[in-house]
């Protein structure tokens, strides 16, 4: 079955800084990528999501790029905030007609320090 | 619009007691449904996801189960907990949709095996 992978698992950076977050999927089927932002003590929540036949794609601060050859995506945070400390999720799914499970990587905890 | 209802948020229970965690979904119809549980410091394991009443598929074997009775209530229960059961478990909801596949998650229940 599809396994996604994540690194750095721990992640501090100068307010201001920029913030990287890496992951690799090994099912070469998978087509959707998300990434959920959770915060401490409440539900994870999408903040951005990039499909197969894009390779990059940016909201804001965030920026999200996908290298399907290697089966690497990532999550670019650029001028960090103290609000975007969190825990952040990649995932990977299989999307087709009807449905297919997300499988989420470790997570990431980025810390923003004022 | 959608809401997502889980309950109850917190439980302790002592080892071998049976369990009981309700998930239900209002404003929209035939939803996918998802079990996820995160456990101390860790990621998103998916343990359960249904697209349709009565038709439930397992990821990991475990000492859980899930039901799904009512075309947007998922439940998950145990008859003998273990400690190794405890952890934070999340039901989530997605529209199907062959564009994505966008997880919307409830609250989650924090379980206590003592």
């Known amino acids: 079955g599809e396994n996604v992978e994540q690194h750095p698992s721990t992640l501090s950076v100068q307010e201001g800084d920029s913030a990287v977050i890496k992951c690799t999927y090994s099912?070469?089927?998978?087509?959707?990528f998300p990434w959920y932002k959770q915060e401490l003590g409440k539900r994870p929540q999408l903040i951005i999501d990039?499909?197969?036949?894009?390779g990059e794609k940016k909201d804001q601060r965030i920026a999200v790029t996908l290298n399907k050859t290697a089966k690497h995506f990532s999550l670019h945070i650029t001028e960090t905030q103290p609000e975007d400390s969190a825990v952040y999720f990649c995932?990977?799914?299989?999307?087709?007609?009807?449905?297919?499970?997300?499988?989420f990587g470790p997570g990431t905890s980025l810390s923003v320090i004022p | 619009s959608q809401t997502i209802h889980q309950w109850p948020a917190t439980l302790v229970q002592p080892v071998g007691s049976p369990l009981s965690l309700e998930c239900t979904v209002e404003?929209?119809?035939?939803?996918?449904l998802y079990w996820y549980r995160q456990a101390a410091g860790r990621g998103l394991q998916l343990l359960f996801y249904?697209?349709?009443?009565?038709?439930i598929s397992s990821e990991v074997p475990q000492n859980l189960s899930a039901s799904r009775p009512q075309d947007r209530q998922f439940i998950l229960s145990s008859k003998k907990l273990l400690l190794s059961d405890s952890g934070f478990y999340l039901c989530?909801?997605?529209?199907?949709?062959?564009?994505?596949?966008?997880?919307?998650f409830g609250a989650g229940s924090r379980l206590t095996v003592l």
């Open positions: 404003g929209t119809s035939n939803p996918n």
């Open positions: 990039i499909r197969s036949n894009v």
């Open positions: 989530a909801w997605s529209v199907p949709n062959p564009g994505a596949n966008v997880l919307t």
């Open positions: 995932a990977a799914s299989r999307l087709k007609t009807s449905y297919d499970k997300v499988i």
């Open positions: 249904s697209v349709g009443i009565g038709q």
């Open positions: 099912d070469s089927a998978s087509n959707y």
